[in-house]
């Protein structure tokens, strides 16, 4: 939207970030399309911010060359949820039906065919279609440090993996370098943008680092910085924090009014204070394999959003990429929808020539040694969700290696044949398929995980370091057998 920008140039940037495995033709939908559904969205009313001519300010996050991030404030996503509702609400087709758990997808002759969920009282309901859209947001909450709200546990993803739909790319988690990361607070974002505005990242002795770990700096890409703050503690022995007291503290505090009130009840002045913090689980570049048209393998079920991948993201999310995809992809969804079935078939838009299977292949990937002791995977029986968080965090989070993968691995299939086992049984209640779900997400990021043997993006194998394009240039595809 800036004077100095160009779809050509979002491109270059959202390639780069990608680190190789983006499809460049979602890509370029998003950029040469993002305008125009950002348009639409500010004639709905959403209110951006602006400077005292009215022009757009737009900010500048990691891996961006200019500056084009539209925000209001640093509640951007509330925003645009605000404008949309306030437009759909408005009309009478639609009919919202709140604190609905979607539990799985009823399946017709191999085609999606409408939903089953619990209502707010427990009670099951299902409800036909003749298209399904899944836009179910994240799966954040498969790990125990996340920035992502309680309900981002991945329900979408599986859903349609159990209706038979094809998933892709799930290894490739973003760990946000900065949440809050204080004894009994919440682990909610300190945004990107702080850092655009200037903040930098120190050490507990109050000197930068972020520069001998990148060129970059404090702006290098996220998994760069995430790493960066990892290895800077154990170093140093100390806590990460970010500072912008060097910042004119009205400005600040006038930029980030949520930041600056949620970090007040911690105590924290956001504008003169060191923000202690550190990494969390933000964003799943990977999902449920869409075409440009948010068709999914099953047909009748589409998907926008995080829990689809477009393969707009690559191995690694560009900032602020997610709102624009869900905007414009969603939109194309919409369109696509309104087809006759047998005008919408899955298009071949995506190039899966180069596609593996995580399934089985990556238990046997390579070699490892035996592992310690304190890796031993717990009892399946034992897997409830703390249990299954804190081991993805533990040994599916921001290092990897074969042996804690293949641990991971282990426990969670055991785990997921209890969950299948379970279901045989009886239908289950809302707390079964909030466990069941997150089970099934967490045993496919891990499948995928162990399977590809090299470091790229959000996926960092401390056993395979080194990025490999000759090998690994490839996309990691899973499916349940029918």
């Known amino acids: 939207m800036g004077p100095d920008d160009s779809p050509a140039r979002h491109l270059a940037d959202t390639l780069s970030a990608g680190a190789g495995l983006c499809d460049e033709s979602a890509v370029r939908v998003l950029v040469e399309e993002g305008p125009r559904y950002v348009r ?8 951006f911010a602006r400077d005292e001519r009215g022009d757009l300010i737009l900010g500048l996050e990691a891996a961006h060359t200019v500056r084009r991030i539209l925000h209001a404030g640093d ?48 009670v099951r309901h299902e ?8 836009a179910t947001g994240g799966a954040g909450q498969v790990y125990s440090d996340t920035t992502n709200p309680a309900v981002a ?28 990361k204080k004894e009994g607070a919440p682990r909610f974002l300190i945004s990107e943008a702080l850092r655009g505005e200037g903040a930098r990242l120190v050490n507990a002795t109050g000197e930068t680092f972020m520069a001998s770990y990148h060129p970059d700096g404090d702006l290098a890409p996220r998994d760069v910085v995430a790493r960066g703050i990892v290895r800077e503690a154990e170093a140093t022995g100390g806590g990460i924090f970010l500072t912008l007291a060097h910042l004119d503290a009205g400005h600040v505090r006038e930029r980030f009014p949520t930041i600056a009130a949620m970090l007040t009840q911690s105590g924290i002045d956001v504008a003169t204070d060191p923000i202690p913090v550190g990494p969390a689980a933000h964003y799943l570049m990977g999902g449920i394999d869409t075409d440009e048209w948010g068709r999914t393998s099953v047909p009748g079920l589409f998907a926008a959003g995080e829990c689809a991948c477009t393969g707009v993201h690559g191995a690694n999310r560009l900032a602020s990429n997610s709102l624009l995809e869900g905007l414009v992809f969603g939109a194309r969804a919409g369109d696509a929808m309104q087809l006759p079935p047998e005008a919408a078939p899955l298009k071949r838009d995506r190039v899966w020539s180069n596609a593996i299977a995580a399934s089985g292949s990556g238990l046997q990937a390579s070699g490892g040694t035996l592992p310690a002791s304190s890796l031993q995977p717990p009892n399946s029986a034992l897997l409830d969700v703390p249990a299954i968080r804190t081991l993805m965090w533990q040994l599916a989070g921001l290092f990897r290696t ?21 279901l045989k049984g009886a239908q289950g209640d809302a707390d079964f398929w909030r466990r069941y779900n997150l089970t099934t997400v967490a045993r496919l990021i891990a499948r995928a995980a162990l399977r590809r043997e090299e470091s790229r993006g959000g996926h960092f194998r401390e056993d395979f370091p080194e990025r490999d394009d000759l090998h690994w240039k490839v996309h990691i595809v899973d499916a349940a057998a029918r």
């Open 402 to 422: 074969h042996d804690r993968l293949t641990h991971a691995v282990t426990a969670l299939e055991s785990a997921y044949a209890a969950c299948t086992t379970q």
């Open 40 to 47: 639409e969205l500010i004639g709905w009313g959403a209110r």
């Open 153 to 180: 546990t991945g329900d979408g993803i599986a859903l349609a993996y159990h209706a038979g739909a094809r998933v892709a790319d799930l290894e490739f988690v973003q760990f946000h370098p900065t949440a809050l």
């Open 127 to 134: 409800v036909r279609a003749s298209a399904v859209l899944l």
């Open 75 to 122: 509640a951007t996503g509330r925003e645009i949820g605000r404008a949309m509702w306030q437009r759909v609400s408005t009309l009478g087709s639609v009919n919202a039906i709140d604190h609905a758990m979607v539990t799985d997808l009823l399946v017709d002759e191999g085609r999606v065919v409408g939903a089953g969920y619990f209502d707010r009282d427990g």
